[in-house]
Structure formats: structure tokens, C-alpha cells
């Protein structure tokens, strides 16, 4: 929950005991391209500074994964001055310029018009001056801008929202949010990326405005809503007492405890995807509704709403209920663990669903993933494929044919699963010719 406190060798700033306000004390260590980058529009008599979430980063002690600069410098200028550009924005004043294997988003000082659709700017024009640029962003604590020679710039109050750990709006919120209504769940994740607290005014304004998440494309809402799951699932409570929750998710609101058992879960085996996953399902363990047509309406893809209902279906299903039981025997523990692998038909999404399923009591933690374990390593049978028996044997038998061999396959599977030593070709072919026997005689 912490690690953001870490500070980095590169960092030189002591503002655990006390944020300094002389900004020229401050000292962010610019990685050598992105300063090439900046050297070379100031030799041409250009500003540049890096900007954004690179100088939030890099304030709070944590190591920025993307560097963006701004410039007062016209994007025509940052083509001439560069070799290699690509125009990614350039409508918007933005050019992406290449050093080496590197890329940098350059953007020129600029003054966005009416926002028309809660997305877009009507209009777009460019300044020279850095506080027109530093105005129109989201919050404060992304509305600082860095270089060597003039240190810091926070004309907004970032630095102190970042000491008070606050997630304020630059300006008027109710401004901020009409300009982009997506900005409401942005906030709600710099939040829970940051445990800040929401600033009043700015969560009051989100209030007010929640209404206008309607006008926001789902794949823009899908990624903001993931980034809250990825980073702090109790953060999502706060969507109870707002307008987007009706829109996204009807009568559902999010329950404190299964939010707090998303949040604690970890990624046992370096999966992102998985672990997601297991967060949506517990999230949403109590939703009632068609889970599914939800998931679609959110954009996720097949892969990722497969994962999430599979998992979500082993919270619910009491067939799995052994696993919360501290009484249950070992061997109890291992045909239900084998039923959860032969059901995934992934080994990683069985892992998941079990840890999701047990993290709700912590219930024999270890036992249960010491007995998934050996049953993998010493492989035991929980797939039709480990059957000592295939669909050839039934058909060259004339036990069975088409669709009728996959139903008999799984029938015995069921047994083998129960009693492993039935597994065995001859005694597996006999255990056939007496359930296809039986089913003659009941027609």
C-alpha cells in the first residue's frame, strides 16, 4: 500500500519531514533522452519542461514510466528541430519525437475552447505561456512542470495537495468535469492509485456532475474503472452514492467487505489478467443481475468476461464450499479442487478461482494450495486428456459415436475423479459397456 513512499536514488527532495516551498530547492533527475529532448528545443530558443504525472511521480519517490514535455515551441518548430517526429496529435499541438528506441509526446503550450461533447475541445489554441497550459489540466498534482533551470512549477497548489495527499481539481471542478465528464472516474482513480482522499469541493462537483458519465464512451469508462480495480477495489464504494451508478450498474452497489477482499488479494503467479479477474468476480459477487450482458456493455473482451464469470460462478457455486471448511478432510479438499481444475480446463484460472474463493475466510490456505500443487505435479486425473482411454477406443469399441463419445468421456471422468484407481484402459472400457448398458435398458 505504501511502496509509492519509496524514494528513489534520483530523487533529492526531503519532503517527508516538511514540503519545501522554494521550488529551485527541488531537484528531479530527468532521464538523458527526455533532457536531450528539452536541451534541444531550449537551443533553439524554445521552453520546455517535463509535465504531468512524470513531475507528480517524481515529487512523491516513485520512478515515472512515461516523460511528457511541453513546450511554448509550435509543433511545425518541434518537427524542424528534430529528425526523426511522428504527428500523433498534431491537431491538438502534440508530436512525438524519437530518440534512439525512445518515444516523447511533445505538446505546445495551449488554451483549450468550449468542450462541446464532455470529450473534445471545439477548439484548440496555442500559447506562450505556461500557466495557460497548466490551467486547462485535471487535477493540481497534475499541473506541475519541471526543468533544470527554472526548478519546479506549481502555480496551482500541487506540491501541497500531494503533502495533504489530495486529489483537487485546477480551478472550478464543476468546470473541469463539464469539460470532460470521464475526469469523475479519473479522479476516483488517481485516489485509489494514490490513497489520496478526494478533495470537498472537487468531490461535491463530482456529485453534481455524475450524471454526465452517460455521454462518455464505455471503452473510456472500461479503462479508468480497471485502473480503480488494479490499484484499490474500496475505492469503488464511493461510485454507491453517485449517478454513475445507476447508469453502469443499475439497483447493484458495491459491498464494503467484498471490496475489501478484492483489494487484499495478490497475483500469486505474475498473471495480471487472472488477478484482475478475481477482482471483478469478487466485486461483483452479490450482483444479481445478468453479470455477462454487464460485462459486454463494459467492453471487456472474451478472454477477460470468460476469466471473470468462471471465477465469479465458483464464489457462488456451494459445490466449492468445502474449501471454506476448516473440518474438511484432506481427501474432501482434493476431489473438490480436482472438480474446480477438470471445470477451468486452465490450471492458472483454477488457482485463481480457488485463491478467490478462500480468501473469504483464509481458510486452509496452505493445505489447499500445497494438495492444487501435488495434484498437478504428480498428475493426477482431472481432464478427459488424462483418461487412459480416448474417444477412439469408444468409437472402435462401437460403444459410441459423435457427440455421444465426449458425454461417455466425461461420465468415467467423473468416476476416475472420485476413485483414481479406476483409471485404467480395460477396467475404464468395462466401466463404459456398463453405463451404455444401463442407458439401453432405461429407454
Not at 524554445?46 to 514535455?69: L, N
Not at 475552447?113 to 471545439?122: K, T
Not at 479477474?277 to 460485462?295: M, N, T, W
Not at 490456505?365 to 482411454?389: K, M, P
Request: proline share 2%; aromatic share 10%.
Amino acid at each position: 500500500m505504501l511502496k509509492f513512499l519509496r524514494r528513489p536514488l534520483c530523487l533529492y527532495l526531503n519532503w517527508m519531514t516538511k514540503m519545501t516551498k522554494d521550488m529551485k530547492k527541488i531537484k528531479i533527475e530527468i532521464p538523458t533522452r527526455a533532457s536531450q529532448v528539452i536541451d534541444a528545443i531550449q537551443a533553439s530558443g524554445y521552453e520546455a519542461f517535463v509535465v504531468g504525472g512524470c513531475v507528480r511521480d517524481s515529487v512523491m519517490g516513485k520512478i515515472p514510466h512515461d516523460w511528457d514535455i511541453t513546450t511554448n515551441a509550435l509543433p511545425e518548430d518541434i518537427v524542424n528541430i528534430f529528425p526523426r517526429t511522428i504527428p500523433t496529435g498534431i491537431q491538438h499541438g502534440t508530436v512525438t519525437v524519437l530518440i534512439d528506441d525512445e518515444a516523447f509526446e511533445v505538446t505546445t503550450y495551449r488554451l483549450d475552447g468550449d468542450y462541446l461533447d464532455m470529450r473534445r475541445p471545439r477548439s484548440v489554441s496555442y500559447s506562450q505561456n505556461l500557466e495557460d497550459d497548466l490551467s486547462r489540466r485535471d487535477f493540481t498534482i497534475n499541473a506541475m512542470a519541471y526543468n533544470d533551470q527554472v526548478g519546479l512549477v506549481d502555480k496551482f497548489g500541487g506540491l501541497d495537495d500531494i503533502e495533504k495527499k489530495l486529489v483537487r481539481c485546477v480551478g472550478n471542478p464543476d468546470k473541469r468535469f463539464n469539460e470532460d465528464a470521464l475526469r469523475i472516474l479519473r479522479a476516483l482513480r488517481f485516489s485509489a492509485k494514490l490513497f489520496f482522499d478526494i478533495e470537498g469541493e472537487t468531490m461535491d462537483s463530482i456529485r453534481r456532475n455524475s450524471v454526465n458519465i452517460e455521454k462518455v464512451s464505455m471503452e473510456r469508462i472500461n479503462t479508468e474503472f480497471e485502473g480503480i480495480i488494479r490499484a484499490n477495489t474500496n475505492k469503488l464504494s464511493l461510485i454507491n452514492d453517485l449517478d454513475i451508478r445507476s447508469y453502469l450498474f443499475g439497483d447493484f452497489c458495491f459491498d464494503e467487505e467484498d471490496l475489501t477482499r478484492a483489494m487484499i488479494l495478490e497475483d500469486i503467479d505474475s498473471h495480471e489478467e487472472y488477478l484482475q479477474a478475481a477482482k471483478r468476480a469478487i466485486i461483483f459477487s452479490h450482483y444479481e443481475g445478468d453479470l455477462k450482458a454487464l460485462l459486454k456493455f463494459f467492453k471487456y473482451s472474451k478472454k477477460d468476461m470468460e476469466k471473470t464469470l468462471f471465477i465469479w460462478n465458483a464464489l457462488r457455486d456451494h459445490m466449492y464450499e468445502d474449501l471454506l471448511n476448516e473440518n474438511a478432510t484432506r481427501d474432501d479438499l482434493r476431489l473438490t479442487i480436482k472438480y474446480i481444475l477438470r471445470d477451468a480446463k486452465d490450471n492458472i484460472l483454477a488457482k485463481y478461482a480457488i485463491y478467490a474463493k478462500i480468501i473469504e475466510k483464509y481458510a486452509n490456505i496452505g493445505l489447499i494450495f500445497n494438495l492444487f500443487n501435488d495434484i498437478i505435479e504428480t498428475g493426477e486425473c482431472f481432464s478427459v486428456s488424462h483418461l487412459q482411454i480416448s474417444g477412439r477406443d469408444i468409437i472402435d469399441e462401437g460403444l459410441a459415436r459423435g457427440k455421444e463419445v465426449g458425454i461417455l468421456l466425461e461420465n468415467l471422468l467423473c468416476q476416475v475423479i472420485s476413485q483414481p484407481q479406476l483409471n485404467e484402459k480395460e477396467r475404464l472400457l468395462e466401466m463404459a459397456r456398463k453405463i451404455q448398458k444401463q442407458k439401453y435398458l432405461e429407454v
